[in-house]
């Protein structure tokens, strides 16, 4: 069945003649002529009879073209839709992440979504296991480390740094600080992920391993920094959670030649012949709101 010749027969019918339908199809006329012969081979019935004046419906052609003309209306306008739907970002959107970015990265990256693409409800899942994105039905998931599925699509967002870092009040009265060796007198807020028993610190090619007591083990990077923030100890932290006016404002870095961990950052995402336009704009946006707070910088 050729529904291209159904559309032409309709389109005669509409237009009122082969030589309209023609022009408005952008083809030549014989062809116009062709595909409804064939239809009407093809049914076994005539559905137009022409005179030198204008064109008539058969019996048969009424009854076709009555059938015809609403369901091929219902495909154009299915076809308009998808069409629609393919440039406008609706419907929802899931996306994992690490649960200790959840606070800090992307709070701001989805109010910039829900503010940018109202249509777009975004679900955000939190969590440190690795997630099977088809398996699972995640649209696409922001990853720190090593990546382990090749067969993903990955773009870059930059690198997380880590750095040493306490409140200006709690170095005030705090035993000196020179190098890494004299971590040992200071309580260290540990974040468990970074280690429970040492923290590796380097500065250029040379590489320190700190023993820790693991007295205060916590792993919520959020209340590291609270803690830290409190004159709690010394903390090992993301450089990207302390460049904030509010938060430069209560904590220092310490030993700043020295460098804990780096964490490469990607958004990954499932390949796909045709990316639907939710997360092409999700990507776009998160490469735009990202980037410039994980720029491979350890200022």
Request: some cysteine; charged content about 20%.
């Amino acid at each position: 069945m050729d529904f291209n010749e159904t559309a032409v027969f309709v389109k005669v019918v509409q237009a009122g003649s082969f030589s309209a339908a023609a022009r408005q199809l952008g083809v030549p006329t014989s062809t116009i002529s062709t595909r409804v012969a064939r239809l009407e081979q093809r049914l076994g019935v005539t559905l137009l009879q022409r005179t030198t004046r204008r064109l008539h419906l058969t019996e048969a052609g009424t009854l076709y073209y009555e059938q015809a003309a609403p369901g091929l209306d219902y495909l154009l306008q299915a076809e308009a839709a998808l069409d629609e739907a393919r440039q406008l970002p609706a419907g929802k959107l899931k996306v994992t992440a690490p649960a200790d970015m959840g606070d800090l990265l992307l709070a701001g990256l989805v109010r910039r979504v829900q503010a940018t693409f109202p249509a777009l409800a975004v679900e955000m899942v939190l969590t440190d296991r690795y997630v099977d994105l088809v398996a699972e039905g995640v649209d696409v998931a922001i990853r720190m480390g090593e990546l382990r599925d090749s067969s993903l699509v990955a773009k870059s967002l930059g690198t997380i740094h880590w750095a040493l870092f306490a409140s200006a009040a709690y170095l005030q009265h705090a035993p000196s600080l020179a190098t890494p060796a004299d971590l040992h007198v200071h309580p260290c807020v540990q974040f468990s992920p970074m280690g429970r028993e040492q923290w590796v610190l380097r500065q250029g090619q040379t590489e320190m391993r700190v023993p820790l007591s693991g007295h205060t083990l916590v792993n919520s990077i959020g209340v590291v920094r609270a803690m830290a923030e409190n004159g709690q100890g010394i903390a090992l932290l993301p450089t990207f959670i302390c460049q904030s006016p509010q938060v430069r404002d209560r904590l220092v870095k310490v030993l700043p030649a020295w460098q804990g961990h780096a964490d490469a950052v990607h958004l990954v995402y499932p390949q796909q012949r045709f990316m639907p336009p939710k997360l092409r704009a999700f990507i776009d946006l998160a490469l735009d709101e990202l980037k410039p707070q994980l720029r491979e910088t350890v200022a």
